[in-house]
Each structure stands twice: as C-alpha cells, then as structure tokens.
T-cell receptor
C-alpha cells in the first residue's frame, strides 16, 4: 500500500540528547514537510523540502535539523538545543509543493 | 505571514444535525485545504479547494477567494465525524494552519 510511514510511534528523550524521527513515503512525492502540534493547537511548520537535496526552514526551525538525501526519506532530528521538545510530530508529503498534503500517523515525543 | 482564523473553536451537535465551519484569511487564498484529525491524531485530507465548491458525500466545501474565506459543511452528522477540523493555506511550500474547530457529535 502507498503511504507515509513515521517511526517510532512514541519516543522518549533524555536531557542533552539528540533524537531522530523517521519519515518515509512511497507515493513518489517530491515535497515533504515536518510539523509540530502542541496540545489543543494547530500544526506549525518546522521544515519543508520541495525536492531532493533541498529544504527550507519553516516557522519554528530552531533546535531542529533535517536532511533530504533520498526522495522517499525526510528524517527530522530534535537536537538538545530544542528546550521544549515534548509534542506530537507529523510528517506529510505532496506531489509538489502547494498540492494536497497527506500525513503519516505521527510520533509523540516526551522528555524523561 | 498569513493569519488563519477558524470559527467556532468548539461545536457540540446531536447526531443527524448539520453544521458549518468557517476559515478566514488575512491574505489571498491560493492553496486552501481542509483536514480532519480524529481522536487518535490521524490527519485526513478532506478537500483541496483553492476556489469554488466541492462535495464528497455528506461533506462539502466552498472557498470564496476574493473575500478570503472558506466554509466546510457537514450534513447529517455522525459520531464518527467527531474530532478537530483544520483549514490550511499554503504559499511556495509553506503551509499555515488555523487552530482548528473541535467537533463533538453526541449519539
């Protein structure tokens, strides 16, 4: 089945630790996105990539990093510089930017 | 950047009732989408509707780009319609989401 796979579903981070969230898609989409959702709020854009080997900062990129070495994969690293990382992280993709986005099931990150 | 305002923030309906959700935008609308987030956090794309009207079963959406708003209609609501409804506007890859309307449909 075609779709977007995020892993893990739940992730715990210790103080001072970097963690990486995985996002893989087999939809042959060019564009991929990472969002953060805090309880009771909408989604905020962290990073987006319109094509392989290119990505841009969204509204809340500080403390996060990404790479886009393959079309299918867009991993997000939450660094120790992100002081409040506890949130629900959602990855999305679209055929091209500004076209309908399709989401993975998300990763819930918590601080130990 | 663009501001997205959704109303109402919360809505409680009895099963079978109809409802209208609204999004207002501070700037021009070009790539508007409506999403439904279920209680488990899964986001489903309902409509991609930069202008005009679309229908899908009991749901329909209308965007009036010149007046910078969009409406989502839910008819004959069911308990499975419960969740949070978001609208989002995109420009050159950057998407801005509203804070959502939380819909509760009671049996």
């Amino acid at each position: 089945d075609g779709g977007i796979t995020q892993s893990p579903k739940y992730l715990f981070r210790k103080e001072g630790q970097n963690v990486t969230l995985s996002c893989e898609q087999n939809l042959n989409h060019d564009a991929m996105y990472w969002y953060r959702q805090d309880p009771g709020q909408g989604l905020r854009l962290i990073y987006y990539s319109q094509i392989v080997n290119d990505f841009q900062k969204g509204d809340i990129a500080e403390g996060y990093s990404v790479s886009r070495e393959k079309k299918e994969s867009f991993p997000l690293t939450v660094t120790s510089a992100q002081k409040n990382p506890t949130a629900f992280y959602l990855c999305a993709s679209s055929m091209r930017s500004n076209q309908p986005q399709h989401f993975g099931d998300g990763t819930r990150l918590s601080i130990l | 950047g663009i501001q997205v305002e959704q109303s109402p923030p919360d809505l409680i309906l009895q099963e079978g009732a109809n409802s209208t959700l609204r999004c207002n935008f501070s700037d021009s609308v070009n790539n508007l989408q409506w999403f439904h987030q279920n209680p488990w956090g899964q986001l489903i794309n309902l409509f991609y509707i930069p202008s005009g009207t679309k229908q899908n079963g009991r749901l329909s959406a209308t965007t009036v780009a010149t007046e910078r708003y969009s409406l989502l209609y839910i008819s004959s609501s069911q308990t499975t319609d419960s969740g949070v409804y978001f609208c989002a506007e995109g420009n050159a890859g950057k998407s801005t989401f509203g804070d959502g309307t939380t819909l509760t449909v009671k049996p």
